[in-house]
């Protein structure tokens, strides 16, 4: 029997009414992304016998949960977020045996092993994609989204596409298939052609693919986009965008009409009856709190928990390529919505990073004088919150931003294809090049940087994407050989989490919601209380107005992240965050 299925904590059928303690509310995930983790064989992309390398790592650190981005077959349009074939190892990461070696050896060290589900669309090299291309008369050809030309309209004319949707990677969603003279809708490039899931044969293939890989071993799925999984019928036009000339589609593809009922059926085909302890987690943009709700009330037997989008969307204006700083009072009224909303029934995930984000230590802290302190800081916040904590693959060294050169440094898909819209739009390069310089997903894709060496200990061989010449300074080794390093200071918060039921259950309530530079709540549970005090600001900042002061400067100080935290509530230095407790 393996460590993962020998844990003794209560098992607990999924469907538990709410309220209950669940084991993903003492957990902590850690997301890796293979391509930039640890390459085993170097050619200079990372693969899982790499991952395997590193999980003593892992285990040190003490996550729970490890998600892996795609490893699926894949032309790599999207680094792995297009899939040719759902059940296997694309050859750049390692094979079956590779992987069921690392489930193994996950296991043994008590690590669950949940996958990226990405079913909103395939690749288009998918047999079935190329199957339902193939005719009109394909049998497959309704898996997909296929529509004629606009009424009136030429196949390939300027506006000819079905619908008026932007893609979220730049340029329209549709794309037309020559052949047939028809376009497929394709709300990512142009490669993920978005499944029909309005056929029950769909669904049926996804459910066969998702038990096979539980069969296998896995601890569940990230879904990938789930909430844009069900379509507004008929499919048509929205408003144009202030930077046009395409418009927002969301409106008929965000938790659509049949999402529920499709996420419920989900349940019931794949994990219904299932004893292990799964974790599902929907990541789905534009969600609300009111749909969380609903999407995590476990009676609901949808997902465990949401990725919502709001607090990361904070620094943007009308778009994310459109920047502006994060308001502190703004974040706090976000994140405690969130807190409040899902209080009595659901669950939160946490995360300031993902693959998707910028380093959150450049974005929302300060990655040259306090780096560390802010890294810290910000890590004490989040994992304080009430929810299931997500590190992303390097945040546990306070890994910063990339220091690009030039637009031809980008290399994701996103942004090369933003860089290339936004000039045809008439903006300038410079202005264009700034803007992805903060909000380009490569700043997450730098490879993990493990030691000083040249490559970071990352690869013997040439590195896919450079890595980040802080390297020498940031990394691994050093951190792991430091006790006030940001590395020990998310291990300290991890054991917090597993060994005190009040950060893992307690009730959370936001102070001094007004206030531009402390983040300050409490979380209490039967007898106990913990405050949270930070210090989101370069300068010393008293810590006025907290109910019952008084008593909080005799609390016990649990956690701080300056090496002398001082004795009671004192003013708090840059960047300082403290956790007290009280109570018995
Ligand atoms: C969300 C993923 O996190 C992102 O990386 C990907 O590009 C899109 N979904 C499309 O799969």
């Known amino acids: 029997m393996s460590a993962v299925e020998a844990t003794p904590e209560t098992t607990q059928p999924k469907g538990t009414p709410p309220r209950e303690r669940q084991w993903f509310h003492s957990a902590v995930v850690y997301q890796v992304y293979p391509r930039s983790f640890q390459d085993s064989d170097g050619d200079g992309i990372g693969d899982l016998r790499g991952v395997v390398r590193r999980l003593d790592y892992l285990a040190t650190l003490g996550i729970d949960v490890l998600w892996l981005s795609p490893i699926y077959a894949s032309p790599q349009d999207d680094n792995g ?22 489930v193994a050896q996950a296991h043994a060290r008590g690590i669950r092993i949940v996958m990226d589900l990405v079913v909103n ?66 709300l990512f490039s142009r490669k993920q052609p978005d499944l029909n899931w309005e056929n029950p044969e769909v669904r049926e293939a996804v459910y066969a693919m998702m038990r096979w890989w539980l069969d296998r071993g896995v601890d569940g799925f990230r879904m990938d986009v789930i909430n844009m999984i069900s379509k507004d019928l008929p499919l048509r036009d929205g408003r144009v965008l202030d930077h046009g000339p395409y418009a927002d589609g969301s409106p008929f593809y965000i938790c659509g009409p049949r999402i529920h009922e499709f996420l419920q059926e989900m349940h019931r085909e794949v994990f219904a009856g299932r004893s292990e302890k799964l974790l599902t987690v929907g990541e789905m943009p534009a969600v609300t709190v009111d749909e969380a709700v609903l999407f995590t009330d476990p009676a609901r037997r949808e997902v465990d928990m949401v990725f919502q989008f ?42 300031w990073n993902n693959h998707d984000q910028p380093r959150a230590v450049s974005r929302f802290g300060d990655d040259g004088q306090y780096r560390v302190e802010s890294a810290k800081l910000l890590a004490t ?3 304080l919150h009430r929810g299931t904590p997500y590190v992303y693959q390097g945040e546990e060294l306070g890994m910063t931003n990339v220091p690009f050169e030039g637009a031809q440094s980008f290399l994701d898909i996103e942004s090369v294809n933003y860089y290339r819209a936004a000039l045809g739009l008439g903006r300038s390069p410079e202005e264009v090049l700034e803007a992805l310089r903060e909000g380009s997903r490569d700043n997450a894709r730098s490879p993990v940087q493990w030691d000083a060496s040249p490559h970071a200990g990352f690869t013997t061989g040439e590195p896919w994407f450079p890595v980040n010449p802080n390297h020498a300074e940031i990394n691994a ?105 009280r109570g018995a």
């Open 310 to 351: 709001e607090h990361v969307g904070l620094d943007h204006g009308e778009h994310k390529w459109d920047r502006r700083p994060l308001e502190l009072a703004e974040l706090k009224a976000s994140l405690g919505r969130w807190q409040a909303g899902l209080a009595e029934v659901g669950w939160n995930s946490l995360y």
């Open 121 to 186: 669309h395939t690749s288009d090299e998918h047999p079935w994609f190329v199957e339902s291309r193939s005719s009109k008369d394909s049998a497959k050809r309704d898996w997909y989204w296929w529509r004629p030309p606009r009424e009136g309209m030429d196949a390939g004319a300027p506006g000819a596409e079905p619908t008026n949707w932007q893609s979220f990677f730049s340029g329209p969603a549709w794309e037309l298939d020559e052949a047939t003279g028809e376009y497929y809708l394709h």
């Open 477 to 581: 080794d050093a951190e792991l050989a430091d006790p006030d390093s940001v590395f020990h200071h998310y291990r300290r918060l991890i054991e917090l989490r597993h060994s005190d039921p009040v950060v893992a259950d307690g009730d959370f309530h936001m102070l001094l919601p007004e206030h531009p530079s402390i983040y300050a709540f409490t979380r209490s549970l039967d007898t106990q209380t913990v405050l949270v005090v930070a210090n989101f600001s370069g300068d010393d900042q008293p810590v006025d107005g907290l109910p019952s002061e008084e008593d909080w400067g005799a609390a016990e100080l649990v956690l701080g992240n300056y090496p002398e935290p001082g004795a009671g509530l004192p003013p708090l230095r840059p960047w300082e965050a403290r956790v007290y407790r």
């Open 81 to 102: 977020y297009d899939i040719s074939d759902y059940q296997d190892i694309d050859p750049t990461f390692g094979t079956l045996a590779d992987f069921d070696d690392l």
């Open 381 to 383: 916040v989040l994992h």
